[in-house]
């Protein structure tokens, strides 16, 4: 069986759903990963904050939130290094292997945390997901487009039908865990995220053989043998230095040695990502040899850059202050059965699956009557729109302080603000990522497009710092939060709408045209490094 289906094309089959059949084992594997990701990032703040006599950490709100930030922002940041580790020294296929291998253990740690009565094993765990996830993540839909070399329509087909196994996960994944994990205990819940991962990682290790032959088994190699062990020797040297650094760290740390604040290292966090993204641009504008309309388009990249800087670190409270609101205020109650808070995070996952394809329909009718809105006037839509979800919030949270936090609200609030949080995630992520393809200079497109994942890494730390905001003893902090954040987003609004058209002009010779035929993205889309666009 094997050496026959060595002889097969994997790039010409038709055996799912009319795609190649190596398709069916990356839907799976993604499907699973993200079932895993997604189902117990939410349940982490909720495990943190619980007291120890009910089998959490006691963490205080705000350290819990952090390190849900720094855990969320590493995954997004680790998909840098481990994509150039695929490309000089694995190459895809075995970093998808070493990658979900690292993130089934991590898993296994965290579930085993609950049972082992310290805390090291959690933090162990949430290293190595990192580790497995920007393994696994930007490599994995590297091979998906592989699979189409032709590109085109098929391709984009495939990416879509790639998409589903993402949101089916992730949808699946906090159903269950929420289930599990608050209603028999957080080591179940995590613990099923592990099985979920593991049912992946078999998967893709039985199936990868028979159905992707020899895509992405061998690295990018250079002509010059010599050159090429080389450039390998020095990816091992700094892969095994970077790793060895780290568990120096975790020892010292372990052993109280080393003690780490997670809202300092947030902070320092952002101040740096913010700090290299900002010298990186006046490089690129400064040192970067660019004629006047490629700086013209580098300053537009920028504006863009801060928009979704700030969209993110709304966005991105999800998991940490929407997640304590619904589990803390919001009546969940129906009948004699109590709706775990972690199935409310499934909400706009469910909205991505309705509405992405009809906000991919619209731009596309927009487009061909001449009518698409631009780049900047989508971002600016975008943000207004996630500032009124976040303003509606506001009416409860007021509720809850008059009350004195003697009431519960309807789960209507919620479900309302990530049904507008959905429709600005669908105006600015596949814009924003097409934005970053057609404007980047061709030679710095790779290099931009990590600019974009670091305004998302920016956002996830920010909304990790101000995400333990919700609590029941501090009810006015709640209003002022989502206050906050609504006039941030509208504000951010309101100044893009104002520079849309000399935004406009910047940008002239480049349409706006593939917007409209760019693929749908949206949680977990765009949160999954909206990868095709990267490695296209």
Not at 81 to 93: C, Q, T
Not at 337 to 348: G, K
Request: hydrophobic residues 50%; glycine residues 12%.
């Amino acid at each position: 069986m094997s050496a026959a289906a060595e002889t097969i094309d994997p790039t010409k089959s038709r055996g799912f759903f009319g795609h190649p059949v190596g398709l069916s084992t990356l839907f799976a594997t993604e499907m699973w990963e993200r079932f895993s990701y997604y189902g117990i990032r939410p349940l982490l703040i909720l495990f943190m904050t619980t007291a120890v006599l009910n089998g959490g950490f006691g963490f205080d709100r705000p350290m819990a939130s952090a390190i849900v930030g720094i855990y969320a922002a590493s995954v997004y940041l680790a998909s840098l290094p481990g994509g150039w580790i695929a490309d000089r020294w694995f190459g895809l296929r075995k970093s998808i292997q070493v990658g979900a291998v690292l993130i089934t253990c991590g898993h296994l740690s965290i579930g085993l945390t609950s049972f082992m009565g310290t805390r090291t094993p959690f933090f162990i765990g949430l290293i190595l997901i990192v580790l497995g996830t920007g393994l696994l993540k930007p490599n994995i839909s590297a091979i998906v487009g592989d699979l189409y070399p032709e590109g085109g329509a098929r391709r984009d087909a495939g990416f879509s039908v790639f998409y589903m196994g993402i949101n089916t996960g992730a949808t699946a994944g906090q159903l269950v865990t929420g289930l599990l994990g608050e209603k028999i205990g957080y080591g179940w819940g995590f613990g099923v995220a592990g099985v979920g991962m593991l049912a992946g990682l078999l998967w893709y290790t039985f199936l990868q053989r028979r159905t992707l032959g020899d895509i992405g088994v061998e690295p990018t190699r250079l002509p010059d043998p010599i050159a090429q062990a080389k450039r390998e020797n020095q990816t091992k040297l700094f892969t095994y230095l970077g790793v060895g650094i780290l568990a120096v760290v975790v020892i010292l740390a372990a052993v109280g040695v080393v003690t780490i604040d997670p809202q300092t290292v947030a902070s320092w966090m952002t101040a740096v990502l913010v700090g290299i993204a900002v010298v990186y641009f006046i490089y690129i504008f400064a040192a970067g040899n660019l004629n006047s309309n490629e700086k013209k388009r580098v300053v537009v990249i920028f504006v863009l850059f801060v928009a979704a800087a700030i969209f993110w670190a709304a966005f991105e409270q999800a998991p940490t202050s929407l997640n304590l609101f619904a589990k803390d205020f919001t009546d969940r109650q129906f009948g004699s059965f109590e709706v775990p808070a972690l199935w409310y995070q499934s909400i706009n996952s469910f909205f991505i699956i309705i509405f992405a394809p009809i906000f991919g329909a619209l731009w596309t009718w927009l487009g061909q009557r001449n009518m698409n809105p631009s780049s900047p006037a989508k971002f600016a839509g975008g943000l207004a729109l996630a500032g009124i979800g976040f303003a509606l919030m506001i009416i409860p949270a007021n509720s809850l302080v008059a009350a004195h936090g003697a009431l519960r609200v309807s789960g209507l609030w919620l479900t309302v603000s990530y049904l507008f949080q959905t429709f600005a995630e669908l105006s600015i992520s596949p814009v924003g990522l097409s934005s970053m393809t057609k404007l980047s200079p061709r030679r710095f497109v790779g290099q931009m497009m990590g600019i974009w994942f670091l305004a998302t890494s920016v956002g996830n730390l920010i909304a990790g710092l101000v995400g333990g905001s919700v609590d029941p003893e501090k009810l006015e902090q709640t209003p002022k939060l989502f206050t906050g954040t609504a006039i941030a987003l509208f504000a951010a609004s309101v100044v893009l709408a104002v520079l849309v058209i000399p935004i406009s002009r910047m940008m002239k010779g480049v349409g706006d045209e593939t917007d409209a035929n760019a693929e749908p993205a949206g949680n977990p889309i765009e949160k999954d490094f909206a990868e095709q666009r990267g490695q296209d």
